[in-house]
């Protein structure tokens, strides 16, 4: 198994986790869109946030189930906490901000959030 890090663009949200990267969603919701990230879903176990949650803001927005993160200095959302629907704990990291990860390169699967 492979550990990853990253982050923003500044370093002020910083995080590493345990896995491989292998399919990423590319979700088409007004969200996601605007935003362009590449999903890469992992339990909340293999996750570790470098930096204070107090350096994060964060954003919720349709049925409020999951907790976007942002850096409130450069504005990248490095990653996304919420509950699968079997109810375990997830994290969503957005691949693009992953070190070292050629997005190009990934199996890229195409999510119709707009139809939710």
């Known amino acids: 198994m492979t550990t990853h890090t990253g982050g923003c663009h500044c370093g002020k949200i910083a995080y590493s986790f345990e896995g491989d990267i292998d399919t990423v969603l590319d979700c088409n919701c007004s969200l996601c869109q605007k935003r362009c990230g590449l999903l890469h879903f992992i339990p909340e176990t293999s996750f ?23 850096c409130t200095v450069c504005g990248i959302a490095p990653f996304t906490e919420g509950v699968d629907p079997k109810g375990n704990k997830m994290v969503a990291i957005n691949v693009r901000s992953v070190d070292g990860v050629d997005p190009q390169a990934l199996d890229i699967k195409h999510y119709d959030g707009r139809a939710l």
């Open 48 to 70: 570790a946030l470098k930096t204070p949650r107090a350096d994060m803001g964060s954003y919720q927005f349709n049925k409020h189930k999951l907790t976007q993160h942002f």
